[in-house]
């Protein structure tokens, strides 16, 4: 246990509906990170926060999602209208700060049918 | 072509060989990290570095931040070693913190 959780572990959903990951930090954290991982390939940056400011988004993260941490304490991702590209494993990962050691939760697995 | 490349993509040993994963990355860093990842998708950071070498029980890590050139070294490997080994860097040129991931090295220690 890295200290890290992730809810739900696994989703699966219809495509064209809503769904919502929570990420809970390691709690002194100021830093959370998502991450989104497809089968045989390293993660993908989606985007960061430091407290609770958005600071990068990658361009995967399309108008579809959008992420918060309200209070710099957990985070949520939400995918509204998923498409079955969708599907993978979303990972969250937390650091002290900048270069720092990161720590990663167990990820939600997003299969969209 | 990725800006991190991992070699190799996959690896099978027997019980107790010396193991190294290999990584290369074109630009400039700030840090270079080494993660494992067993089935299930849980990932575990091994080592954080950005010069020299370091050693955490079986596990070496060294870097050679001239060449671009990383390598993760596994001793008197056990089939609990079994996993994805991911090198991932922190790009120099990068105000966030964003990390660039190579694809993975699949380790598979036999008994």
């Known amino acids: 246990d890295t200290g890290v959780s992730q809810d739900p572990r696994h989703k699966i959903t219809k495509r064209g509906q809503n769904v919502t990951f929570r990420c809970d930090p390691i709690s002194e954290h100021n830093r959370l990170y998502w991450y989104r991982q497809t089968l045989g390939q390293g993660p993908e940056f989606l985007t960061y926060?430091?407290?609770?400011?958005?600071?990068?988004k990658s361009r995967l993260l399309s108008d579809r999602f959008s992420a918060e941490r309200p209070k710099g304490s957990f985070s949520t991702l939400e995918i509204q209208r998923t498409e079955q590209g969708d599907s993978a494993m979303y990972l969250c990962a937390s650091s002290l700060g900048y270069n720092e050691k990161l720590f990663f939760g167990s990820g939600t697995q997003l299969s969209v049918l | 072509k990725n800006e991190v490349e991992q070699s190799p993509q996959n690896l099978t040993a027997q019980e107790g060989e010396f193991i190294t994963i290999n990584c290369s990355y074109s630009v400039g860093i700030s840090a270079l990290h080494w993660l494992q990842q067993h089935p299930g998708g849980g990932i575990v950071s091994l080592f954080m570095?950005?010069?020299g070498k370091k050693k955490h029980g079986r596990l070496i890590a060294t870097i050679n931040i001239q060449e671009k050139h990383s390598s993760l070294h596994i001793t008197a490997s056990h089939p609990r070693d079994s996993a994805v080994y991911i090198c991932?860097?922190?790009?120099?040129?990068?105000?966030?913190?964003?990390?660039?991931f190579g694809e993975g090295t699949q380790l598979t220690v036999n008994p």
């Open positions: 991932a860097v922190l790009l120099r040129e990068t105000s966030g913190s964003r990390l660039t």
């Open positions: 570095l950005s010069s």
């Open positions: 926060f430091q407290n609770e400011a958005q600071l990068e």
